[in-house]
T-cell receptor
Framework: ETGVTQTPRHLVMGMTNKKSLKCEQH?????MYWYKQSAKKPLELMFV???????ENNSVPSRFSPECPNSSHLFLHLHTLQPEDSALYLC?????????????FGPGTRLTVT | QQQVKQSPQSLIVQKGGIPIINCAYE??????FPWYQQFPGKGPALLIA?????SEKKEGRFTISFNKSAKQFSLHIMDSQPGDSATYFC?????????????FGKGTKLSVIP
C-alpha cells in the first residue's frame, strides 16, 4: 500500500449506530488530518493531529470523536449522527504541521446517515 | 464567512479550449495559493501553487495568474483534454502559526467534451 488509505470506502449507518472510519498513511509523516467534504461547500478541517497529539478541534460536534494511536493511523469514531452529517470524509497527512508542508489526501469514505 | 470565493461552480468546454477558473480572497495574510484537482472516487491532489511575489506560474498546460492588488488568482488550462475533467479547488494558506490551515473554495466541476 502506498500513500494514504481509508476504510471503508462507503458506509451507510442509521442515526443510532456507532461506527468508525480508519485512515492509514504510508508516507512516514508526523501529522494527520480529518476533513469533511459536503456538496457545494468548501472542504472543512475537522481535526489535526501532530505526533499523536491533537492540535486543533475546530468546534466539531462531540458525536465525532477522533483517535490517533500512532503517527501512521487515525480513526474517526461516529455515534448518534444526523442526516446532515452525510458527506465524504477525507483523511490527509503531511510531514509536519508547521513549515507549510503539502498535505496528501486519501480517497475518502462516503458516509450516508439514514 | 467564506474567505475564498471560487467561480464558476461548473464549466463545460470543448477539447482544446481554455477553461478559466477564478478565485478571490479576503485575508491579506494569505501568502500561498494552491490549486487541487479531484477526480471522482479520489481525494484532492495538489496540481500547482503560487506565492504572491510572482504574477504567473506555468506547469505544463496549467497556468496560475495572480493579481495581488485585486486579491484574485485564476487557473487556466491550455489545450484542455477530456482527461482534465475533474473538480478543481483553489485554496489559500498563511505562513507561520497555523500554516497547515488551508482555506478552500467551493470547487469548480470541469467537463471537457471531445
Amino acid at each position: 500500500e502506498t500513500g494514504v488509505t481509508q476504510t471503508p470506502r462507503h458506509l451507510v449507518m442509521g442515526m443510532t449506530n456507532k461506527k468508525s472510519l480508519k485512515c492509514e498513511q504510508h508516507l512516514g509523516h508526523n501529522a494527520m488530518y480529518w476533513y469533511k467534504q459536503s456538496a457545494k461547500k468548501p472542504l472543512e478541517l475537522m481535526f489535526v493531529y501532530s505526533l499523536e497529539e491533537r492540535v486543533e478541534n475546530n468546534s466539531v460536534p462531540s458525536r465525532f470523536s477522533p483517535e490517533c494511536p500512532n503517527s501512521s493511523h487515525l480513526f474517526l469514531h461516529l455515534h448518534t449522527l444526523q442526516p446532515e452529517d452525510s458527506a465524504l470524509y477525507l483523511c490527509a497527512s503531511s510531514q509536519e504541521i508547521v513549515g507549510g508542508y503539502e498535505q496528501y489526501f486519501g480517497p475518502g469514505t462516503r458516509l450516508t446517515v439514514t | 464567512q467564506q474567505q475564498v470565493k471560487q467561480s464558476p461552480q461548473s464549466l463545460i468546454v470543448q477539447k482544446g479550449g481554455i477553461p478559466i477558473i477564478n478565485c478571490a480572497y479576503e485575508n491579506t495574510a494569505f501568502d500561498y495559493f494552491p490549486w487541487y484537482q479531484q477526480f471522482p472516487g479520489k481525494g484532492p491532489a495538489l496540481l500547482i501553487a503560487i506565492r504572491p511575489d510572482v504574477s504567473e506560474k506555468k506547469e505544463g498546460r496549467f497556468t496560475i495568474s495572480f493579481n495581488k492588488s485585486a486579491k484574485q488568482f485564476s487557473l487556466h488550462i491550455m489545450d484542455s483534454q477530456p482527461g482534465d475533467s475533474a473538480t478543481y479547488f483553489c485554496a489559500a494558506r498563511r505562513s507561520g502559526a497555523g500554516s497547515y490551515q488551508l482555506t478552500f473554495g467551493k470547487g469548480t466541476k470541469l467537463s471537457v467534451i471531445p
